[in-house]
């Protein structure tokens, strides 16, 4: 398995492992400046570690079409990966996060004028990436970003009065992480040559993977006791999960639990009470079955195309973001 992906076809791994190891390559290539600080900056993050996830993604939704080992579908997947790297350094000073992969971050180890501007560099090669594959290209990553944008402002911003907050959170979730899947198998679909139709049905089955694995990780700061995740982490910053958000508009629920999730918890009795209450609560309850009908729809979607290895690998992707939150 790589990074929640089952790839068992040996032929299927092998052009996905050759293809990895293109888009690292081209990645590298891509991180270099004439000016040498740069370079250590924007290859600060990609040099910790990471699943490479996207490219991943991208690489095995293009078997979906007849030309999967196109070189145009290589220098999508750095394109996609490159986007998220340039986020997380934009993240991280939003976040004023100290640590990013197990390293010190980027606006941490400098600031966050470096952060930021290495952000731009990494959108900025992005961008002459993607300009080598059209203008269709370039107009799709130009909308993914906006997509970005919106949703890390959404997030800041949080709900108006009046609004629900739980279709909120989930639109959060939709523009912040769909929104680049959607865009790796729209990539796939072109550039390998898939119809249309294939197309349509992975961007959907992208869209929702990527809300049910962030709604998997507002399970698992909860419930999980095997992520490695500190339970409680999102309670004690007081960032509104999927189970907290069932909580609050839950008019039977236990009037403590809601006392508890309305505010970030700093006490570590509170944060224990809360995890506690949390975990067999009707909220708990709802976000799982939330994240049973993404998964179930993802599952649907590919049922739409063409048996193939490449559709039972991203099929095992719906199963592990399922299991991951147990």
Request: with cysteine.
């Amino acid at each position: 398995m790589i990074a929640g992906i089952e790839v068992a076809d040996p032929a299927l791994l092998a052009r996905v492992t050759d293809g990895l190891a293109r888009v690292e390559d081209l990645l590298h290539r891509e991180l270099v400046s004439e000016f040498d600080f740069v370079t250590e900056a924007a290859s600060h993050l990609m040099d910790a570690g990471g699943k490479r996830f996207r490219p991943l993604f991208t690489l095995v939704a293009a078997g979906v079409g007849p030309n999967p080992e196109s070189d145009d579908v290589i220098t999508a997947s750095a394109v996609v990966e490159l986007i998220h790297l340039a986020t997380l350094y934009h993240d991280d000073v939003m976040d004023e996060a100290d640590v990013r992969r197990g390293a010190k971050s980027a606006n941490a180890r400098w600031d966050n004028s470096i952060a930021i501007l290495t952000g731009d560099f990494l959108f900025a090669h992005a961008s002459r990436l993607v300009a080598g594959l059209g203008p269709e290209a370039v107009r799709i990553i130009a909308e993914t970003f906006a997509e970005l944008v919106t949703g890390q402002t959404r997030e800041a911003v949080g709900p108006r009065p009046g609004a629900d907050p739980i279709q909120y959170h989930l639109q959060v979730l939709d523009e912040k992480t769909a929104a680049l899947i959607d865009t790796c198998a729209r990539y796939a679909g072109i550039f390998s040559g898939a119809s249309d139709a294939d197309t349509k049905a992975l961007r959907r089955f992208g869209r929702a993977v990527g809300v049910a694995f962030q709604i998997s990780d507002d399970i698992i700061d909860i419930a999980s006791t095997t992520s490695g995740k500190t339970p409680g982490t999102d309670l004690r910053e007081g960032v509104p999960t999927l189970p907290a958000l069932y909580t609050l508009a839950d008019p039977d629920a236990d009037p403590r639990l809601k006392d508890l999730v309305s505010r970030p918890l700093t006490d570590d009795a509170e944060v224990a009470e809360a995890v506690e209450l949390l975990r067999v609560s009707p909220g708990m309850a709802r976000a799982r079955q939330t994240l049973e009908d993404h998964a179930r729809t993802a599952r649907t979607e590919l049922e739409t195309l063409a048996p193939s290895s490449s559709r039972a690998a991203l099929l095992s992707l719906t199963q592990f973001v399922l299991d991951r939150s147990h």
